[in-house]
């Protein structure tokens, strides 16, 4: 299996002394101190929050954030509220010791332990109320997992931000397409990196067949016979900001070796891995994990889709095509022309 690196939480709890409902999430490299959040509503606004506990960690915290300001804006006393809880949370993890306290939930998590998990939440808030209930969700994550839930998110964001244009110009529209290794955790923005800096990466697709053989010839234990499966690191060559309808991000090219170039489009809040070491480790166990990750990949883009991603922009998997109408009409009829058969055949078994 691919070698986990971070833990993550998400929980609800209840008060049923004050009838106030927090909601807040841990997210923390294996064995070490979290980072963490939370808000807290009454009663009379718990209706207004949408949050699936077990959603994946990216989208969580997305909706998290968005709701979370969206009530602070709203009730002031909804953000007096959080900040209250929020200070009492620091305080109570610093009395329990940061490490230990991460230390413990990475154990509980790679259990797989749910009651164990529970009552670490509920011992946490024990003094902000008497009697807490808890729900959570949690779960294991690598970088692989993180690098491709924000490939997603930016793949959806193509066509409404109109960085297609951008990724049509004449001199990228013929280079590889690379998507750096995502650290929440250790990681640096790339307003951080500097020209020549190493960045970690993968190579998600390669229009020329002469480049993408190339590519496998130079880093032969990287590729399988489709893809690039184990990351690699280059030289960052180029960076632009790039400000989309919404949001920024940066537009890079990085040194793959031999006079060979490639392009990608991270958004600008996101970290991407920055230390050596970690790396290592990551290619080291990646051999590991491999059919795993290739998996992931799939998700990101299917060698179907190559071709139109590094044309244009990356295509929607399999898995989020819309049914259009004419399809559906097709399988109504169908269905009923197999009724009608089997109409007929149970009537003459019944004369």
Sequence with gaps: MILLDFYFVAYKIKSRITAEFGFGFFFGKINDPPEYDVFVVPTRLVNQ?????????????KSFNQQKNRLFAQYPEVDDMSRELLNYLKSAINMRGPQLFGAEITAAVKDGDEELVRYIVQELFK??????????????LSYEDISAESYMQLWEEFEAENLSEVMKRADLIELPEVFPLVDPVMGKPLSEFDLGDTVFFLILSVKDKEKFEKLKQLYPKHFSQTRNVVPLSGTLVAKELVKGKKGEYYLIKVDLGEGLIGKGMVQKSIKIMADYTRFQEKVSSASIGQQEWEKKLDQMVSAEQQPKLVQTVPTKPEFFTKVGSGDLLMAFLITLLIIGILLIVSYFFLI
Excluded: H, M, R, T
């Design 49 to 61: 929050i949408v949050l699936d506990l077990n959603a994946d960690y990216g989208s969580f915290v």
């Design 127 to 140: 003094d902000w109320a008497p009697k807490v209930e808890a729900d959570v969700a949690f779960k294991q």
